[in-house]
Antibody, heavy 123, light 108 residues
Framework: QVHLVQSGTDVNSPGASVKISCKASGYTFTDYFLHWVRQAPGQGLEWMGIINPKSGRTTYAQKFRGRITITSDTSTDTVFMDLSSLTADDTAIFYC????????????????WGQGTLVTVAS | EIVLTQSPGTLSLSPGERVTLSCRASQSVRRDYVGWYQQKPGQAPRLLIYDASKRATGTPERFSGSGSETEFTLTINGLAPEDFAVYYCQQYGNSLYTFGQGTKLEIK
């Protein structure tokens, strides 16, 4: 059974960075892509980016390029999402979600999701 | 980037009614790679439909998806009380994934 367990609630100041983790279990970590999705309060879902945990190769949504970094640690089956230069607009729940089998980064839906991590940005 | 536009934004309906939600893409979605997700307050989204028309494991038969290229729909035949939620479409036909803005089903 696929499980994605995310790190806990985080509070940050404007201009700071946040790093959220997503630990995977129940499958071979390096076989599947992992995604990050943002959801601001009362708003919709925004796809942020994807990582191939095996190669470390990433693709980011245009909106977040320049301040997002997604990395993976194959020794702990964990993916990390680092978002810098935080503003109040980054107050949101961030989800990780499992994508498809390698090597194709597109063509697969999000069947398994983490529980979400609430990040609050406030001075 | 493919933009997905969902309509309507909000629907007020009664249990037992039939409803059709729309998702329009700004360009053709490769291989009709469109999914539908249900989200309830305080919960992560749940996959209902993938590849435009295939029900995910555990999705009740009252949910059906259809469409191709740029026009996709999610139909719920006979709304159950637990179906009142927000529904999102998603395209995964290229490496820049996108979601629609969502349709909220509320109880009339």
């Amino acid at each position: 059974q696929v499980h994605l367990v995310q790190s806990g609630t985080d509070v940050n100041s404007p201009g700071a960075s946040v790093k959220i983790s997503c630990k995977a279990s129940g499958y071979t970590f390096t076989d599947y892509f992992l995604h990050w999705v943002r959801q601001a309060p009362g708003q919709g879902l925004e796809w942020m980016g994807i990582i191939n945990p095996k190669s470390g190769r990433t693709t980011y949504a245009q909106k977040f390029r320049g301040r997002i970094t997604i990395t993976s640690d194959t020794s702990t089956d964990t993916v990390f999402m680092d978002l810098s230069s935080l503003t109040a607009d980054d107050t949101a729940i961030f989800y990780c979600a499992r994508g498809g089998l390698q090597p194709v980064s597109w063509g697969y839906y999000f069947e398994s999701w983490g529980q979400g991590t609430l990040v609050t940005v406030a001075s | 980037e493919i933009v997905l536009t969902q309509s309507p934004g909000t629907l007020s309906l009664s249990p037992g009614e039939r409803v059709t939600l729309s998702c329009r893409a700004s360009q053709s979605v490769r291989r009709d790679y469109v999914g539908w997700y249900q989200q309830k307050p305080g919960q992560a989204p749940r996959l209902l439909i993938y590849d435009a028309s295939k029900r995910a494991t555990g999705t009740p038969e009252r949910f059906s998806g259809s469409g191709s290229e740029t026009e996709f729909t999610l139909t719920i035949n006979g709304l159950a009380p637990e179906d009142f939620a927000v529904y999102y479409c998603q395209q995964y036909g290229n490496s820049l994934y996108t979601f629609g803005q969502g349709t909220k089903l509320e109880i009339k």
